[in-house]
């Protein structure tokens, strides 16, 4: 059984067997129509509503996904005239990764973490604003490349500037052998697992933007490589 972190569950899961089913499970749009079918028996119409889309958007969607055995008719509602065709999808899907298109686990990720990078931005900007890193230099190197970084007064650590208030940022592409990178995962294991025990919002204490991030890149990627300017 998955475990489950946003919201409790406890109805069965479908494990999905085909990479037309995780195309559209992957698809935002294909999962907007399949949202109100999850673990729920509707009519097309109602879906539809629900969905904000017309009967005959969904409808085309209807038939999309009983194709791909993700949606389940099971029965009809009596009503003066034609009844109603009644529809039903499993309540907890697992889709694998391998069967995932590729540029949908990338769109996935930046979808996902579209608000962190709003909020790491403007929080950047107000601690850039109070810290005594009052400059940004833009310059040519000797080897010919133009770069843009924050000005660290020669002498002093990004600590020291920070005057001992927690709070910073930090990204770069850094090459490790295999032993460095095993001792920075540990490092950040270590401090996934510390803060798995804070809780939420309580008096005495504010927010903070907490990220982690040591992921293998490719390294004949160029562009992969130059990463975020400094």
Do not use: C, K
């Not at 009967?55 to 791909?68: D, K, P, T």
């Amino acid at each position: 059984m998955p475990q489950t972190i946003l919201g409790s569950f406890e109805g069965e899961w479908f494990e999905v067997v085909t990479p037309e089913q995780a195309r559209r499970l992957s698809d935002p749009v294909a999962l907007r129509h399949l949202e109100p079918f999850i673990g729920r028996t509707l009519s097309a119409g109602a879906a539809a509503r629900e969905a904000g889309v017309s009967v005959e958007r969904m409808l085309y969607r209807v038939r999309q996904f009983l194709g791909a055995g993700l949606l389940t008719e099971v029965g009809e509602e009596r009503r003066a005239g034609r009844p109603l065709r009644l529809y039903r999808a499993p309540a907890g899907f697992q889709v694998p990764f391998h069967l995932t298109p590729f540029a949908d686990l990338e769109a996935q990720i930046t979808r996902h973490g579209r608000p962190f990078d709003r909020l790491r931005a403007r929080a950047g900007a107000r601690r850039l604003a109070e810290l005594d890193l009052n400059a940004r230099l833009i310059y040519r190197s000797v080897d010919g490349q133009v770069h843009s970084e924050t000005f660290l007064p020669e002498g002093r650590t990004l600590a020291e500037a920070r005057g001992g208030r927690p709070g910073g940022d930090y990204m770069g592409v850094l090459w490790l052998d295999d032993d460095a990178a095993r001792r920075v995962q540990a490092h950040l294991d270590a401090l996934r697992e510390e803060l798995s025990g804070v809780g939420g919002e309580r008096e005495g204490r504010r927010p903070y933007l907490v990220q982690t991030a040591l992921l293998p890149l490719d390294p004949h990627d160029r562009e992969e490589l130059l990463g975020p300017p400094g």
